[in-house]
């Protein structure tokens, strides 16, 4: 590993299956060094286009979310903060829905992260959203936005499940220099503290972290066999909505003049434990937005909606306000008519909810310990009580969790090729 080129080392982060697509690395070493593009896997990954040296790799290592997830800062937590060692540090925890029925529609669940991202602008905290809407060229994958309007918000609103390289265009919002909320996945809050460490912009410029609760985005090959069973031809597809206007809302495909409409379950299946994921989503030790000022996730009771009730469910979601940032948010946006609180709710309401993070919450300790078993780098991780959840196991779950991994490594299951960009993919990428 020490006589391998700095391009070698990165391309080790994708090949260990550690990469998530998010951008990052292009926003640190410059588009005209590293670009994140669609690759010939179907995902989107770090293809070097002009010079890289190990300086710019191991900073790239520092900030990576393939490498290094951290927890809330600890500059962050005050003598009010709560913390559970499944759902980390909370000021407060809501069952809470849009105010306005429209956004409320318009939203993945009950649409709070596109009410409190209007509310932001109209009260004028910030100056815009950074967060991510259907991608033009690629209608089944998300993109970069950067929304200045309420318009432009909702236009954001709903869950994107294919590959979001978000923090590609990381330099243009600070550029910017004015303040914003950022809103994404877990993994993009922890690159975004990550990269905030080297950026002194990023702390001062960035008022509000929002996450989604994440449960794992859908691969290029699962959505493949989605478009396959309902014969779509993917080169005709013209737009794709994966969730929103109702809860979860259809999944609703466009061919030109054609719609054709499924349910969320028809992409994912009824059973968590047999959803389809990136390895990187497989063995995430953060999916709850352990770092965001608040994370809102799902309230289906037991993680998946069925398909009866989700024909009329107005969508509600559960809110964890993590800092007193996100608390005051939280209940300045209730009391100015942005979002309603319906009633507060405990940790263990959340587990209920989310039954896949709790496990998953539990497992990425042994998880991570079986990465390292099979030779594979280990992302380092600090401040997100793995240890202290392991440790809570039945030591029969830790070794199994811990040899399944390293099994799963060594018969290559997180492998990947060293990343090769897909046809006209650079052009497109140029371009935007
Ligand atoms: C990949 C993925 C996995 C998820 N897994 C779970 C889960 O396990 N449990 C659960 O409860 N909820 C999960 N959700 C979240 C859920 O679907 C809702 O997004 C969440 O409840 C917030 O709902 P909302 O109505 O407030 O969101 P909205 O008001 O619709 O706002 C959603 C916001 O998220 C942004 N966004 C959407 N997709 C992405 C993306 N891919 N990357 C970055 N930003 C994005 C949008 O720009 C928008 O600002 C997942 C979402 C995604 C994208
Ligand atoms: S996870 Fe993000 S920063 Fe890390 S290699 Fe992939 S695109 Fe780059
Ligand atoms: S499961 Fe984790 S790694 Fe995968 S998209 Fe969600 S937050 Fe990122």
Redesign the pocket.
Known sequence: MNDATPTDRLYRIAREGLCIGCGLCEAVAGPDNVKVVKTLTGYERPVVVGTLDHATVDRIYDVCPGTRIDGMPEREIDSSTRMDDVWGPWHRMVRAH?ADPE??F??????????L?SYLLSSRRVSF?Y???ASGEEPTF?EA?LSFSHAD?VA???????P?A?LARLDEALAYDEPFAF???PC?IAALRNQARHDGRIDRLVRYWLA???????PPESTKDFLERVEIEPAAITAFR???RG??GPIRIETGDRVTEAHYIDLWGVEESKWTLPWRCKICPD?IGDSADLA?????IG?SPNRIDSETDP?T??VVARTARGAELLESAARDGAITIEYDIMPDEMSV??P??MHKKYQAGPRLQGLADAGYMVPSTRGLRLAELASQLPDATTAAEREGTSHRVREGRAAEPDPSPARGMLEAVSRR
């Not at 954001?156 to 499940?161: D, E, H, I, N, P």
């Not at 809102?296 to 289906?300: C, I, L, M, N, P």
């Open positions: 849009a956004i409320r318009e939203g993945s669940t009950g649409g709070v992260l596109t009410a991202g959203i967060h991510a809407r998300g936005h918000v954001g609103a709903g869950s994107r499940y294919g979001t978000i809103i994404g996945k993009d989604l609760v994440c449960g794992g985005f859908a994966y969730r929103g809860c979860p999916g809102a996730s799902d309230t289906w993680g969508g979601n559960a909810y989310q896949h993070q």
